[in-house]
């Protein structure tokens, strides 16, 4: 896990960076790992998904 500021995250372009959104239903487990994913920022680096909490973190 690495950690970024919030000026580091934002100047990612909006390409490569944003907040998971997407209801993923068709899940079997979706309603017990919602929480895990929903509303969390995401960055794509080097074709992979990396997922705030999970792979990196915001530094206030």
Same mark, same amino acid.
């Given at each position: #896990? *690495? ?8 100047? &990612?372009? =909006?390409?490569?960076? /944003?907040?998971?959104? !997407?209801?993923?239903?068709?899940? =079997? !487990?979706?309603?017990?790992?919602? $929480? @895990?994913?929903?509303? !969390?920022?995401?960055?794509?680096? @080097? /074709?992979?998904?990396? &997922? $705030?909490? #999970?792979? *990196?973190?915001? #530094?206030?």
């Amino acid at each position: #896990m *690495f950690t970024l500021t919030r000026n580091e995250f934002e100047s &990612i372009n =909006p390409d490569y960076r /944003g907040v998971w959104q !997407k209801e993923c239903t068709d899940l =079997p !487990k979706w309603p017990q790992i919602r $929480e @895990q994913y929903v509303g !969390k920022r995401t960055i794509l680096r @080097q /074709g992979a998904l990396l &997922i $705030e909490d #999970m792979h *990196f973190a915001i #530094m206030t």
